[in-house]
């Protein structure tokens, strides 16, 4: 299993920006799809964004397209998740997660994941 580290959380006015890593233990990291996840409280966590582990392809939910950047850096073991424009909605946990896929598709269903980290808080204030 790959163990995953998520930093660069914190509070930012609505229409500022962060950047959120997540920083992997193993070196098969390389060969993980890496998905973006956030709960805000009392509701449901939901798909973010996700990218395949070599890079080529990224997806995004339909709330977040236009805004939110997702990369990675195989040679770091280090994916990033660029928020931009970001709005009081996109206040919550957001995690990051991996799961081993070898076709050029992904998962928005958060249980496919096989592997989580420990989220790091996002506040955005109005």
């Known amino acids: 299993q790959v163990q995953l580290v998520e930093s660069g959380g914190g509070l930012v006015q609505a229409g500022g920006s962060l950047r959120l890593s997540c920083a992997a233990s193993?070196?098969?990291?390389?060969?993980?799809?890496v998905g973006w996840f956030r709960q805000a409280p009392g509701k449901e966590r939901e798909f973010v964004a996700a990218?395949?582990?070599?890079?080529?392809?990224?997806w995004y939910a339909d709330y977040v397209k236009g805004r939110f950047t997702t990369s990675r850096d195989n040679a770091k073991n280090t994916a990033y998740l660029q928020m931009n424009s970001l709005k009081p909605e996109d206040t919550a946990v957001y995690y990051c997660?991996?799961?081993?896929?070898?076709?050029?598709?992904?998962?928005?269903?958060?249980?496919?994941?096989?592997?989580w980290g420990q989220g790091t808080q996002v506040t955005v204030s109005s």
């Open positions: 990218i395949r582990w070599e890079g080529t392809s990224t």
């Open positions: 997660a991996a799961v081993y896929l070898s076709g050029d598709y992904y998962y928005a269903d958060w249980n496919k994941y096989t592997c």
């Open positions: 193993a070196r098969t990291f390389t060969w993980y799809n």
